[in-house]
T-cell receptor
Framework: KQEVTQIPAALSVPEGENLVLNCSFTDSAIYNLQWFRQDPGKGLTSLLLIQSSQREQTSGRLNASLDKSSGRSTLYIAASQPGDSATYLCAVRPVRTGNQFYFGTGTSLTVIP | NAGVMQNPRHLVRRRGQEARLRCSPMKGHSHVYWYRQLPEEGLKFMVYLQKENIIDESGMPKERFSAEFPKEGPSILRIQQVVRGDSAAYFC???????????????FGPGTRLTVL
């Protein structure tokens, strides 16, 4: 069964810092990996989708990388802002059970002004 | 282009009552997924539906839970005879492509927060 782990569980940084969030997964046979942010009491906002054949995707200040062979992905946030404060979730879709995403429990990020 | 819509946003039920959660996918999307987020836990897949068909319900409890996605209208997640353990946030996602396609991106609604008294 696919297990998804996100480290750290919580992170607090001063505004302007660059930071890296980590996601690891146990079954490397995946269709894709998707990063989301979740604000308190709200739904999930899709940030980046990386297909299994891709190594990275970029959107604005965000860059996500995928190393399928080692079962790892990182989300890099450049020049963090207080508005980036949220919980960041990583989800993978295994080939074996292609219909569903497996989610990590997230990294709660606080950017201090 | 409106996103995925869910209603109600908050639902309170007493033990033994029925809960009906609605999800309208994004325009042009014919694939719907339901997930449950229990307090302090990650999201867990429940069911995947296409129009008029349940494709994968492997994550759905065998009893009291059912889902449908009719030809017309929203997808419905129905929980009969609710218990306190059903209290959770229920999220719906939709996608325009088959689940098995690598570029299949899921878009999530704001969720329905169910509280069972």
């Amino acid at each position: 069964k696919q297990e998804v782990t996100q480290i750290p569980a919580a992170l607090s940084v001063p505004e302007g810092e660059n930071l890296v969030l980590n996601c690891s997964f146990t079954d490397s046979a995946i269709y894709n990996l998707q990063w989301f942010r979740q604000d308190p009491g709200k739904g999930l906002t899709s940030l980046l989708l990386i297909q299994s054949s891709q190594r990275e995707q970029t959107s604005g200040r965000l860059n996500a990388s995928l190393d399928k062979s080692s079962g790892r992905s990182t989300l890099y946030i450049a020049a963090s802002q207080p508005g980036d404060s949220a919980t960041y979730l990583c989800a993978v879709r295994p080939v074996r059970t292609g219909n569903q995403f497996y989610f990590g429990t997230g990294t709660s990020l606080t950017v201090i002004p | 282009n409106a996103g995925v819509m869910q209603n109600p946003r908050h639902l309170v039920r007493r033990r033994g009552q029925e809960a009906r959660l609605r999800c309208s996918p994004m325009k042009g999307h014919s694939h719907v997924y339901w997930y449950r987020q229990l307090p302090e836990e990650g999201l867990k897949f429940m069911v995947y539906l296409q129009k008029e068909n349940i494709i994968d319900e492997s994550g759905m409890p065998k009893e009291r839970f059912s889902a449908e996605f009719p030809k017309e209208g929203p997808s419905i997640l129905r929980i009969q005879q609710v218990v306190r353990g059903d209290s959770a946030a229920y999220f719906c996602a939709s996608s325009p492509r088959l689940a098995g396609e690598p570029n299949n991106e899921q878009f999530f609604g704001p969720g329905t927060r169910l509280t069972v008294l």
